[in-house]
């Protein structure tokens, strides 16, 4: 089958299972050496990435007031959950075909120091067309914002690659405005400073995840109306 064939077939298995944004993009030897070193032996032959992105529903991230809700958890660990069962599903039917596919679960933390997973979903998901990194650190697509949950799989699968997208927040600063941590700026994301604040959010009872919502209540490409 011809790279163009696979792709299509393989976005039309994903939004089967529910997923509402594809992407791909080639892994370089930059973005690789963004990996953990748990699966850079394993994924070294798969030289595509595909960004799978399910949105959040905008009716739980506009209760979001000053902290996270209880419903946006649950959401949340939903949301993650479904994004790794299609990722699971299409890397099975990609080694159905006799290739390999390594799937990247969609919220794992394996580098507790500094927060990070695997790779960077936001980063497969930008250079495979998907949206652009804003100011709050977050990936924005331009129909969704950043309400947006991903996934990655790291595939050998022939498939033809997307067009990065360019875009910026231009002068907006509504994140800034309203991130309680004081973590986005004119002159760039804190993660450290986010990543404080996350953890007094997880001490909330029920609450025991790193989340927030804040800012991708406020972002304009959210659409979230009050």
């Known amino acids: 089958m011809s790279e163009i064939k696979n792709y299509e077939n393989l976005k039309k298995l994903a939004l089967n299972y529910g997923i509402k944004l594809f992407g791909v993009c080639e892994i370089t030897e930059d973005m690789r050496k963004e990996f953990h070193p748990e699966i850079l032996e394993i994924s070294k032959n798969l ?10 529903d905008k009716k739980v991230i506009k209760g979001i007031k000053d902290k996270p809700t209880l419903i946006y958890k649950h959401h949340y660990k939903t949301v993650n959950w479904l994004l790794d069962q ?19 679960p969609a919220s794992q933390v394996v580098d ?8 960077s979903h936001k980063m497969i998901a930008k250079k495979a067309g998907l ?16 309400a947006v949950r991903y996934a990655t799989i790291l595939t050998n699968f022939p498939l ?3 067009e990065e997208y ?13 991130c309680p941590a004081g973590a986005i700026t004119k002159e760039g ?13 997880a001490g909330m009872r029920g609450i ?14 959210s659409k979230i109306e009050e």
Do not use: T
Request: with cysteine; charged share 20%; aromatic share 12%.
């Open 112 to 119: 507790f120091e500094k927060q990070l997973g695997h790779l």
């Open 131 to 146: 949206g652009f990194i804003g100011r709050s650190g977050l990936l924005i697509n331009p129909h969704y914002g950043p």
């Open 47 to 56: 030289k595509f990435g595909i960004a799978l992105g399910y949105p959040l």
């Open 160 to 162: 033809k690659i997307d």
């Open 86 to 104: 299609a990722s699971e599903l299409i890397s099975l039917y990609i080694r159905e075909q006799g290739f390999s596919a390594l799937s990247i």
């Open 189 to 201: 994301y804190d993660r450290w400073k986010c990543y404080q604040k996350l953890k007094e959010f």
């Open 208 to 221: 025991g995840v790193c989340i927030c919502g804040i800012c991708i209540k406020v972002c304009p490409y």
């Open 166 to 178: 360019k875009g910026d927040c231009g002068d907006c600063m509504l994140c800034a405005d309203a």
